[in-house]
């Protein structure tokens, strides 16, 4: 896909891997519409001309406000980019109803939304591209982390399916699973705190400029999943061919790291 005058929605881009990705399809040529909670950090951060439209994903209002805006401004809609998402740190047998929830309906329920909302468009140009951002917790399940690798296998999973629904009139799907990206995502979780081995995984961290170009290549290149860094595949690979010993792997952290309770 040429990125030249294409036009693309991008959710959670006033920060992170979202406010890179506004950047880096920009520079390629795209027409960016960008969606977040605040409106001081999106516009002091959005590239010039963007369409910037101010609220929290959670409000169906919102979702509908910046898919009507963006077909107002532009015209079309040829990307979708679900980038917005939070995590929980809590064990899933005593996790917070309402936290655990609250975490779906912004990790899955309001990119599903989103889709809904501009699949017609697309279906009528019959062309466009639907892209969610899931993450390698979406490929093994991280036993600190079960809920938000649950909804993110969840997002991986629609996302499959949308490929099979909607490949008769153009449009394309891809899932992005990023390994540890250096963001303020430990930060801003609904509950609990990270485990100690997220320090030590900081070594092998990505940047989110790095991140947000593999998203774009990947796009560009009309790929079904994008994992980056790339070596996150032998992890993959290692859970696919031997689940029983990573499965042992992890639940050993899991017990060391004292995050059962």
Not at 1 to 19: P, Y
Not at 71 to 99: C, K, Q, T, W
Request: hydrophobic content about 40%; some cysteine; charged content about 20%.
């Amino acid at each position: 896909m040429r990125l030249d005058d294409k036009v693309a929605i991008v959710t959670g881009a006033s920060e992170g891997v979202g406010a890179c990705l506004a950047h880096a399809l920009h520079r390629r040529g795209a027409r960016v519409s960008l969606v977040a909670r605040s409106e001081e950090k999106l516009r002091s951060t959005a590239p010039r001309e963007a369409l910037v439209t101010a609220g929290d994903l959670l409000d169906p209002c919102v979702r509908e406000a910046v898919v009507r805006r963006t077909l107002e401004r532009f015209g079309r809609i040829d990307i979708l980019v679900n980038n917005a998402g939070v995590g929980l740190y809590a064990p899933s047998h005593s996790a917070p109803m309402e936290e655990a929830r609250r975490m779906w309906e912004l990790n899955f329920f309001a990119p599903l939304d989103l889709i809904q909302r501009v699949s017609p468009s697309m279906k009528q140009q019959r062309s466009g591209m639907i892209v969610n951002v899931g993450s390698i917790a979406g490929k093994i399940t991280l036993p600190w982390f079960t809920l938000y690798s649950a909804s993110k296998y969840a997002l991986g999973s629609l996302t499959d399916g949308l490929r099979m629904e909607l490949g008769s009139f153009g449009i394309r799907t891809m899932t992005v699973c990023p390994g540890y990206v250096n963001t303020r995502f430990q930060q801003n979780v609904l509950h609990g705190q990270p485990p100690a081995l997220a320090g030590r995984t900081r070594q092998w961290a990505i940047s989110a400029e790095k991140c947000a170009d593999d998203i774009v290549t990947g796009i560009e290149k009309e790929k079904r999943t994008v994992v980056t860094p790339v070596s996150g595949w032998l992890l993959i690979l290692a859970e696919r061919m031997f689940p029983a010993i990573v499965d042992r792997q992890l639940e050993r952290i899991y017990m060391q790291q004292g995050l059962q309770s």
